[in-house]
C-alpha cells in the first residue's frame, strides 16, 4: 500500500539564480556578472550562493588556437590541476576544437574565477553548478481517480481523451530522462526503458562509438558507469518515467505514452548533480540522435545554480539536432522573469558581460498547477521565461521496486509535457522539434490562473493529440 511522500526542503535546492541564498556554514557568495532580460526589459544581476556550487572547482573553456604552453601558465597561477578534459562527440560533431576543463585549485571559487576571467585568452570561466530535482513533496491509480493529471475532466492534460482515440504513444519515439536513475525492471516501466539498438551489453566494447562502453539502458554520468539504476535513492527519476511512460498493464499507474521508450540519463546523485555531468548528459542525448536514434526531447527536472555558458552550448547543440530541452520553472515561487532560474531560464535571452546569449528555441519550461486550476503554491512562473502551466500536485506515479507514491513539484509538472512531445510525435512523424513545440503551445486551455503567468497563458491540452 503506498502513500503521500513529502519531499522536503527540495524547494531550497532549486534556487532561483538572482537571489543570494547562504548556507548556516558560510556567507560567501559569488556574482557571475550576467544579467537576464526581463518582461520589462530591466536587467537584474545573476548572483548564487558558493554554496550552490562545487568548492575548489571551475569549468574552463579557452579561445580557439591557445597554445598548450598558455593554458598550462593559466592553470599553473592558481595552483589548478585539470580533474576531466570534457570533449564529447556532439561537440567534436559541431565542430568545436576545444573542449572544457573541469579544474580544481586551492583558492576558494570567487578569487580563482576573478583570475580566470582576467585572463585575454580564456573564453569562459565558471563555476561548477550544483543542482537538484524540482519536487517537493490499473491501472488501478487511474481507475480510483488518483491520476487526476491524466484525465479529460477539471484540470487534467486530457490524456484520457487521446487514448479513447487510440493515441497512446509508440515504441519508436524516445526520450531521455536526464535526472537521476530510472527503475529499469519495474512492472510499469520495463518495457518502456530504451535499450541501444548498436551496442552489444556487457561485451566491455563501446559498439556505436559514442565513447561510452555497454551504454545499454543509457549512462550514469555521476558514477562514470553503466549501471543507470541504483537503488530506492533513484524515485525521482522513476517517478518521472512513470509520468511520461507509465504502461497500461492493469498494475499501478499509467503515462501520457503507453508505448514509448525512455533514456536513462543519470547525473543526479545523492548530493545532486554537477554542471560538467549536465553537459556530458545533454550531449550524450544529442549524439545518439545525430546517429538517428529517433530522440523527441529530453526532460529536465531539476536546477539550481546560475547562468552557464558550457551548459547553454550544450542546450544549443541539442537544439541543433533537433531535440527538445523541457525543464522544470522550480519551486521557489518566485517570477523568472525578475528572479533568474537556470536551466530554465535559457528560454530568454540573457547577457553575461558584453555578450548576449539568445534565447534557445528548443527550450519549453513548466510551471506546476493544482488539480482545482490554481497555480501552486510552490510554483514559479514568469511571462516571458515560462510557457505553460501542467499538473503537478499530488502526482501519483511509480516507484523503485514496484512501489508508487504522490509526489508535489513542477518536477512532476515537467514530465506532462515532455510526454505531450512523445505523444504527439507518435502520431506526426514528420514534425520537427519547431512543430512538436508549437503544437503544445498552441493547444493550451486558457486559465485565469496562468493568466501574465506564462507565456500562453494555459495548461496543458493533449485531448487532441
Not at 45 to 73: C, H, I, W, Y
Not at 80 to 105: C, D, H, N, V, W
Not at 242 to 252: L, R
Not at 313 to 321: Q, V
Request: hydrophobic share 40%; charged share 10%.
Amino acid at each position: 500500500m503506498t502513500k503521500n511522500k513529502s519531499k522536503l526542503n527540495i524547494a531550497a535546492g532549486f534556487i532561483a539564480a538572482s537571489v543570494l541564498v547562504f548556507a548556516s556554514c558560510s556567507k560567501e557568495k559569488i556574482a557571475v556578472n550576467a544579467v537576464n532580460e526581463s518582461a520589462n526589459n530591466s536587467l537584474t544581476e545573476v548572483a548564487v550562493a558558493s554554496s550552490n556550487m562545487v568548492a575548489n572547482q571551475a569549468l574552463v573553456k579557452f579561445r580557439k588556437g591557445t597554445p598548450a604552453n598558455a593554458k598550462t601558465d593559466a592553470f599553473a597561477r592558481i595552483s589548478a590541476k585539470t580533474e576531466e578534459f570534457i570533449f564529447t562527440k556532439t561537440m567534436e560533431t559541431a565542430g568545436e576544437t576545444e573542449g572544457i576543463y573541469l579544474i580544481s585549485f586551492p583558492a576558494a571559487v570567487p578569487q580563482a574565477l576573478v583570475a580566470l576571467q582576467s585572463m585575454p585568452f580564456i573564453e569562459y570561466a565558471e563555476p561548477n553548478y550544483i543542482y537538484q530535482h524540482a519536487a517537493t513533496s490499473s491501472d488501478p491509480y487511474f481507475t480510483n481517480g488518483s491520476l487526476w493529471g491524466m484525465t479529460n475532466t477539471g484540470y487534467g492534460c486530457g490524456a484520457q481523451t487521446a487514448w479513447t482515440n487510440n493515441h497512446t504513444g509508440s515504441s519508436n519515439v524516445v526520450v531521455a530522462v536526464i535526472d537521476e536513475g530510472i527503475d529499469n525492471q519495474h512492472q510499469d516501466l520495463s518495457s518502456n526503458c530504451w535499450i541501444n539498438p548498436n551496442e552489444t551489453a556487457n561485451d566491455g566494447v563501446d559498439n556505436d562509438n559514442n565513447g561510452y562502453k555497454d551504454d545499454v539502458y543509457g549512462w550514469d554520468f555521476d558514477g562514470n558507469n553503466n549501471t543507470t539504476f541504483d537503488g530506492a535513492g533513484d524515485d525521482h527519476a522513476t517517478h518521472v518515467a512513470g509520468t511520461i511512460g507509465g504502461m497500461s498493464n492493469t498494475v499501478g499507474v499509467v503515462g501520457v505514452n503507453w508505448n514509448v521508450k525512455m533514456i536513462s540519463c543519470k547525473f543526479l546523485g545523492s548530493a545532486g548533480g554537477t554542471t560538467a555531468n549536465a553537459v556530458k548528459a545533454v550531449d550524450y542525448v544529442t549524439a545518439l540522435k545525430n546517429i538517428g536514434i529517433n530522440i523527441v526531447a529530453s526532460n529536465n527536472s531539476w536546477g539550481g545554480g546560475g547562468f552557464s555558458a558550457s551548459l547553454y552550448d550544450a542546450i544549443n547543440r541539442a537544439n541543433t539536432a533537433g531535440v527538445l530541452f523541457i525543464a522544470a520553472a522550480g519551486n521557489s515561487g518566485t517570477n523568472n522573469d525578475n528572479t533568474a532560474s537556470f536551466p530554465g531560464n535559457y528560454s530568454i535571452s540573457n547577457k553575461v558581460g558584453s555578450k548576449t546569449y539568445a534565447a534557445l528555441p528548443n527550450m519549453i519550461v513548466v510551471a506546476a498547477i493544482a488539480s482545482n486550476g490554481t497555480l501552486a503554491t510552490f510554483s514559479q512562473y514568469g511571462a516571458k521565461s515560462v510557457h505553460l502551466g501542467a499538473p503537478g500536485v499530488n502526482i501519483y506515479s511509480s516507484l523503485p521496486y514496484n512501489t508508487y507514491g504522490s509526489y508535489n513539484g513542477t518536477s512532476m509538472a515537467t514530465p506532462h509535457v515532455t510526454g505531450a512531445a512523445a505523444l504527439y510525435k507518435a502520431n506526426n512523424s514528420g514534425a520537427t522539434a519547431a512543430n512538436i513545440k508549437a503544437a503544445i503551445l498552441n493547444s493550451v486551455t486558457k486559465i485565469s490562473s496562468l493568466t501574465g503567468k506564462c507565456t500562453t497563458g494555459g495548461r496543458l491540452n493533449v485531448s487532441g493529440f
